[in-house]
């Protein structure tokens, strides 16, 4: 069984006030019992351009363990420079993904900016993270529904899954649009175990977000009523599949 974190971060982030040093990343992975990771830089990180060259070599040292996500303030950026940079991590980096960060970004789904985002991963074919929950309008999961209608092929990871007090938006986006998954950090579960019986497993993601979150999230998974398939997808399986992960 290889289980995956679809939900990471490195470096520092100025709008939740945060920072995950190199050390503590990989600790965690390893006191969970996680075997790989995405990893990304925080919303509010000064710098996105370094740490996504932090990431990078990361993921030379530590190769199937760690898998880079772009995550960069387009409206900071300018088109222009966003898709540059996108560019440059997705084919001299080799990041597996793009990440919106609604809040952090302040940048809504359906917005000109937001549509950005949308169109870089389509152009790139690379799984698009949207986060949904706290930050309302920016995050309101229904806002997807749109845009992953315009783009049936992307595929789109809510994250958090609308965490909990937006759960109903994230299940019936899920419900509506084939190409929309969940990924449930924060998210309640008796929520989750609802989710892998309605939904089925292939359509959910375990995610931690923060290093020290990770013990507990695993152990939210062990505590539900999930077959062992279910378990083993949910955990892993499905991140492998949607991101195509190598090794």
Known sequence: ??????????????????????????????????????????????????????????????????????????????????????????????????????????????????????????????????????????????????RAQQYPDLRIILVHAGQAFLSGGAYGAATVCPNVWLETSWSYGAEIEWWANDLGAHRLMMGADLPNNRTAAIAQYRALHLTDTQFEQALGGTVVEVYELPG
């Open 1 to 146: 069984m290889r289980v995956v974190d679809a939900h990471g971060h490195l470096g520092q982030c100025t709008v939740f006030e945060l920072n995950s040093e190199e050390t503590e990343v990989l600790e965690t992975m390893d006191e969970a019992g996680i075997n790989a990771g995405l990893i990304m830089p925080y919303p509010g990180a000064p710098d996105a351009r370094k740490v996504h060259d932090d990431i990078a070599d990361l993921a030379k040292r530590y190769p199937h363990r760690i898998y880079g996500i772009v995550n960069a303030n387009p409206r900071f950026l300018g088109r222009e420079a966003y898709f540059a940079e996108v560019e440059r991590c997705i084919q001299d980096l080799g990041f597996v993904g793009i990440k919106l960060h609604t809040v952090g970004h302040a940048v809504g789904p359906l917005t000109e900016i937001g549509g950005w985002v949308f169109e870089a991963a389509n152009l790139f074919n690379v799984p698009l993270q949207i986060h949904t929950g706290p930050g309302i309008p920016f995050s309101a999961p229904g806002a997807v529904i749109p």
